[in-house]
């Protein structure tokens, strides 16, 4: 019996020690948290394939907060997070200028598109992205179209602004019309609220493919061409001296989403699934200034400083150990 009782008490603390173990390890774990918009999440990108990757490489696990862009931005400024991974130029800048972001970094690049019902009846198929939306104003004003707006701060909804400005509307006006509708939530929500309602939105493309293949939509690609829908998506590093976060960490990330290793995962990621990736590298792009996206990514976004266009204005960096793309300005 006092061989069995001290049997039995071995095991007891060999599954104690074990656990404890185990517990130490986990408590161990290296955890990165990034604010990020809802389009680089929503596709299965960042846990499909970044993340197991980075983990593998690195043993750093990341955990992702997804939002529309502001709220991605605004979560950081309130110290929740160790960097941002957005797509709105003119918020990331405001972002650095207010002392919370450093170094920025462009990692990959698609293109937004204004997408709607097969039978399109404003009659966009094809147009520029700026007739297109003169179009859907008029049909909606005639009341044979609908266009469904984020109108949540987000990169797309940024996007969408600038590109109603460009074909001549305020968009604080035409969203008080009866055929505009604003949703105020991600992509994927708007596209399934567009798609009940046989109406018009803008969508970044990565998530108009998965939500189209996995059958979840039926609405169609109608005007996917032009300058002016390139979406550039950008890491920025939460300024250390504003908040104590993991910044030697977050740096790892934006190097090695910048490496031949992470340029080549987001190159390939969706590309089995939908025939064609989600998500464009953008490094090769900017280092051999291949055409015409160069171009269009330098105009978009990428930044001014003191005749140079860059990813990062020199007054943002921080540190050692990273490089930034800069080229004479145009």
Excluded at 20 to 29: D, G, I
Excluded at 50 to 64: S, V
Excluded at 223 to 251: H, M, Q, R, S, T
């Amino acid at each position: 019996m006092n061989r069995v009782a001290a049997a039995v008490g071995i095991l007891v603390l060999i599954i104690a020690a074990a656990f404890v173990l185990q517990h130490q390890t986990q408590s161990q774990v290296r955890v990165l948290t990034i604010s990020t918009t809802t389009s680089l999440y929503d596709t299965g990108l960042l846990e499909e394939a970044i993340a197991p990757a980075f983990k593998e490489k690195y043993g750093i696990e990341l955990h992702f907060i997804p939002k529309g862009t502001g709220a991605a931005i605004q979560d950081a400024k309130n110290g929740v997070s160790d960097a941002i991974m957005v797509h709105a130029r003119s918020k990331e800048l405001k972002f650095m200028e207010e002392g919370y972001g450093v170094n920025r970094k462009v990692f990959a690049y698609n293109f937004f598109v204004i997408v709607g019902p097969e039978d399109d009846p404003a009659g966009i198929r094809g147009l520029s992205p700026v007739e297109a939306l003169k179009k859907i104003a008029q049909a909606g004003r005639e009341g044979k179209a609908i266009w469904v707006s984020r109108d949540d701060g987000s990169g797309t909804n940024t996007k969408e602004i600038a590109l109603w400005k460009m074909a001549g509307f305020d968009y604080s006006q035409i969203k008080n019309e009866s055929w505009f509708v604003a949703t105020g939530t991600g992509m994927g929500a708007t596209l399934n609220y567009a798609n009940t309602k046989n109406a018009y939105t803008l969508s970044d493309t990565g998530t108009f493919l998965k939500y189209r293949k996995e059958g979840l939509i039926d609405l169609e690609a109608l005007v996917d061409k032009g300058e002016e829908l390139i979406n550039v998506y950008a890491i920025i590093l939460i300024n250390p001296e504003k908040f104590n976060k993991d910044f030697e960490g977050a740096k790892t990330l934006a190097n090695w989403l910048t490496s031949e290793e992470g340029q080549r995962i987001i190159g390939e990621f969706g590309k089995e699934k939908f025939g064609k990736p989600l998500f464009y590298p953008i490094v090769e792009v900017l280092k051999e200034r291949k055409e015409p996206y160069f171009s269009w990514i330098a105009k978009y976004g990428l930044m001014e400083d003191d005749g140079m266009i860059t990813e990062c204005p020199k007054k943002f960096r921080y540190g050692e150990g990273m490089s930034f793309f800069e080229f004479a300005g145009q």
